[in-house]
């Protein structure tokens, strides 16, 4: 007889400690997605990041990044931010309007355009901030303080790691997980995964244990 499944837990609930103001090291993230496929591919190595000390700050929006990061860092609390470049986002709602007439969908292209010009700068203002090139499309990867994905965390892993998203439906499919960018079930998905998380997260597991070790 199979074990039962664990009951979901959200990175909130995990990894939470007073929204990271007496934390040792704060991770902070556009949502909690980021924070539970952290804590899964921190589980699958054997690493439990509360216990070092390590929390997990849902941002609600990368437009709050630069104060709650100034705020810890006022405190002493060392940060890594998570982070989306959003590269595809303007061709992807660019093409949910394509079957639109013509001045309808060209004013809203003109809106996403405007939206796309605006990411470029929050990524080189989040960027230089940071210490880093202001760079207004930064390519995926993970550094000391920061990770980012190019396009967005789901597009990555959906390219680099087919095994996490097959698993997180079968969560669903069982009824152990639910749909919608549920942080359990995607905190679950990486944890029981039958391949290995792609470089960047592992490289992003490391970058936030070395705030602390």
Not at 90 to 104: F, I, M, P, T
Not at 129 to 144: D, F, I, N
Not at 159 to 169: D, K, Y
Request: aromatic letters at 6%; hydrophobic letters at 35%; a negative charge.
């Amino acid at each position: 007889m199979s074990a039962p499944p664990r009951p979901a837990r959200g990175p909130e609930r995990c990894l939470g400690m007073h929204h990271g103001f007496f934390a040792h090291a704060a991770v902070l993230g556009e949502g909690t997605t980021d924070g539970a496929l952290l804590e899964g591919c921190a589980e699958r190595n054997g690493v439990n990041l509360g216990a070092e000390g390590i929390t997990f700050v849902d941002v609600t929006g990368r437009d709050n990044f630069l104060l709650s990061h100034a705020i810890r860092s006022a405190m002493s609390v060392p940060c890594h931010v998570i982070f989306d470049g959003d590269a595809g986002l303007e061709e992807r709602k660019r093409g949910s309007v394509r079957h639109l007439d013509g001045e309808n969908r060209r004013e809203k292209e003109a809106a996403f355009e405007q939206q796309a010009r605006k990411i470029t700068g929050s990524n080189a203002d989040l960027l230089g901030y940071l210490g880093e090139s202001r760079v207004p499309w930064p390519a995926t990867g993970s550094a000391s303080m920061y990770t980012v994905c190019e396009d967005d965390l789901e597009t990555n892993l959906g390219e680099t790691w087919p095994s996490g998203g097959e698993r997180n439906h079968q969560l669903i499919d069982a009824g152990e997980g639910v749909s919608d960018k549920i942080a359990a079930t995607y905190r679950e998905a990486a944890l029981t995964a039958d391949v290995d998380p792609p470089y960047v997260l592992q490289a992003m597991l490391e970058n936030v244990r070395g705030m602390v070790l």
